[in-house]
């Protein structure tokens, strides 16, 4: 019911895609309006469109709009490529699901797991991200056509008071861009908790890329695990034989910089004035972008870091045998108190055995003799012949190698 012709449609439809963009900065330094100065140019590029084109709208049906469609495209571009890490760590985890390695409390040497399992942390951190991503991006919705203050005054007087039809157009404009539902209120904007949300849920995803290539570095440095590294490759100008984790250390610091992006949306999103004021904007045009083009590197260097993580079992093992005969005081009580030996007196003789051979480590820094302690201690006689099955670092893993296992098939 409103006068819009065929003609008027055509142009702007001919015409959306022509744009003079230094006809745009013009007009923009003349009127100070970024909205403004495009509608100026499509005007003119549209004469018998002119009087029609906004209609109705105000800057942010333009720019709140765009803003959630190219946040929705950004998501479904870094969501593949972190579903791609997730791969690549759940065919590593596989990989190595029975392979002995030291786990650490603290980072003090604790009760063993595997190489496979503790990649299983890793990947379950970023299911977190995953999940709270596809959350937030299945949840934005669309601000559609709200008026200048969110109450669709300008669009009710288009249609002559039909509620009906403002209603619908909203809905439709809505389906054009590819949205299932409209927000139900909004100001001028829709709400800068969206925003927050968002950067939350690339946050999350920053915490568990951090902690992995934390991991990968403290690795890295026991000579346990490694980032990959070309034959050509330099680790420092100084020094040639060092192996640096660039690639981890990279992450990290990217991460760092996504995580702290959030803080930004929720001071906007807190200081919105009643229905709108501005100082949202030129904050939200750094960290938005920011915040998805920060992720999505931060997800290519971990993509290519773990399609090439090198694992030296020798080494792993030689750490289990330097730490293993302190894990195995525990299955030497029970081997002596099956054989009949007293509990209380079994561990008294146990820890008077355990802090020599600590001293010996720790103060000469010689190889840790607990076990050949045991062995020469009558006490034990009993149990002389299970010692050295009681070593075996395959019976301290537990259920990790099936963990792992259901884990990758059911998560």
């Known amino acids: 019911g409103i006068d819009i012709s065929d003609q008027q449609i055509h142009e702007m439809e001919q015409n959306c895609e022509n744009i003079d963009f230094e006809f745009v900065a013009e007009e923009e330094k003349k009127t100070r309006h970024d909205v403004m100065a495009h509608l100026n140019e499509f005007a003119s590029k549209c004469p018998n469109a002119a009087k029609i084109i906004h209609l109705g709208a105000t800057s942010c049906f333009v720019g709140d709009n765009t803003d959630l469609i190219l946040m929705k495209d950004a998501f479904n571009i870094i969501l593949p490529k972190l579903s791609r890490c997730v791969h690549r760590l759940a065919n590593f985890a596989q990989q190595y699901n029975y392979l002995p390695t030291l786990g650490f409390t603290h980072f003090q040497p604790a009760s063993m797991t595997t190489v496979g399992k503790r990649a299983t942390l890793w990947i379950y951190d970023l299911l977190i991200a995953l999940k709270n991503m596809e959350r937030t991006r299945d949840n934005l919705s669309f601000r559609g056509c709200k008026g200048t203050t969110g109450t669709q005054a300008s669009f009710l007087q288009i249609f002559n008071g039909d509620e009906t039809k403002v209603k619908q157009l909203d809905q439709l404009v809505t389906q054009m861009a590819g949205f299932q539902k409209a927000y139900p209120v909004t100001g001028q904007t829709y709400s800068r908790l969206v925003d927050a949300e968002v950067l939350t849920s690339l946050s999350l995803l920053g915490a568990g890329v951090h902690k992995i ?13 490694e980032e990959p590294f070309e034959s050509t490759q330099i680790g420092s100008s100084a020094m040639p034989y060092k192996r640096n984790p660039m690639r981890s250390e990279r992450c990290c610091s990217l991460a760092r910089h996504l995580m702290t992006l959030v803080t930004d949306a929720l001071n906007t999103a807190s200081t919105q004035w009643l229905e709108r004021t501005l100082d949202d904007s030129a904050n939200r045009r750094i960290s938005l972008p920011e915040a998805f083009l920060t992720a999505d590197i931060v997800l290519t260097t971990l993509q290519n870091v773990t ?27 029970v081997a002596m108190v099956k054989s009949g030996g007293n509990r209380q007196v079994c561990h008294e003789k146990i820890r008077v055995l355990s802090h020599e051979a600590a001293e010996q480590v720790k103060r000469y820094g010689k190889n840790n003799d607990l076990i050949d302690r045991v062995k020469n201690e009558p006490y034990f006689r009993p149990i002389k012949d299970q010692i050295d099955s009681l070593m075996d670092p ?10 792992v296992l259901e884990f990758i098939e059911h998560e």
């Open 213 to 225: 290539c934390t991991d990968i570095r403290l690795l890295a440095n026991r000579k346990e695990i």
């Open 307 to 333: 399609e090439g993580i090198v694992v030296y079992p020798a080494i792993i093992n030689k750490h289990i045998r330097e730490e293993l005969p302190f894990m195995a005081t525990e299955n030497i009580i």
């Open 394 to 403: 395959k019976t301290f893993i537990g259920r990790a190698p099936n963990q």
